[in-house]
T-cell receptor, first 115, second 111 residues
């Protein structure tokens, strides 16, 4: 019954080695988001897709990229991970609309460790 | 820019009421949310309130909004050990607009 799925749940990568995190959804929502959450901090929005329209937050480093090949899947690529990129990465989806449609549905997250 | 602030920690006894407070700065906020995050899990929406409301009740949860003071609170009645989690206050201008989260309040429920 999982609606927003993130794989893997735990990812270890080496300093500077590219890594890709994946997210899929069964909700057919048109908006997908990637957040970075460091320990004891608020989730911070990196970017979101409205359908195929990519929207980058102004302070998201160039090191972070995203791809959305279809409605169901969205990927987060970290081109050269640094130690400061170790965090929990949360994927979320929402459906454009009114009222409850504004709810963002979150996946369980991928915890990234950089060694 | 937008800012959402919460106290970091709250400890209550099982059966008591918990009140988690939040302040925000964005006067354009249309939706105010409370999310719950259990250890190792993603965020789960508990409830939300429109900015033109001052109260919303949903079973054990009561949300109070003071729009003039930009103050939001979440009251959990009859707090249970299963309520132990981090609670995030958040705001957005609506639609698929950016949601800004607070730093979270860790609620510890003592049996």
């Amino acid at each position: 019954d999982a609606m927003v799925i993130q794989n893997p749940r735990y990812q270890v990568t080496q300093f500077g080695k590219p890594v890709t995190l994946s997210c899929s959804q069964t909700l057919n929502h048109n908006v997908m988001y990637w957040y970075q959450q460091k320990s004891s901090q608020a989730p911070k929005l990196l970017f979101h897709y409205y359908d195929k329209d990519f929207n980058n937050e102004a302070d998201t480093p160039d090191n972070f990229q995203s791809r959305r090949p279809n409605t169901s899947f969205c990927f987060l690529d970290i081109r050269s991970p640094g130690l400061g990129d170790a965090a929990m990465y949360l994927c979320a989806t929402s459906r454009e609309g009114a009222g409850d449609d504004y709810e963002q549905y979150f996946g369980p997250g991928t915890r990234l460790t950089v060694t | 820019g937008e800012d959402v602030e919460q106290s970091l920690f709250l400890s209550v006894r099982e059966g008591d009421s918990s009140v988690i407070n939040c302040t925000y700065t964005d006067s354009s906020s249309t939706y105010l949310y409370w999310y719950k995050q259990e250890p190792g899990a993603g965020l789960q929406l508990l409830t939300y309130i429109f900015s033109n409301m001052d109260m919303k009740q949903d079973q054990r949860l009561t949300v109070l909004l003071n729009k003039k003071d930009k103050h939001l609170s979440l009251r959990i009645a009859d707090t249970q050990t299963g309520d132990s989690a981090i609670y995030f206050c958040a705001e957005s201008e609506g639609g698929y607009q950016k949601v800004t989260f607070g730093t979270g309040t860790k609620l510890q429920v003592i049996p």
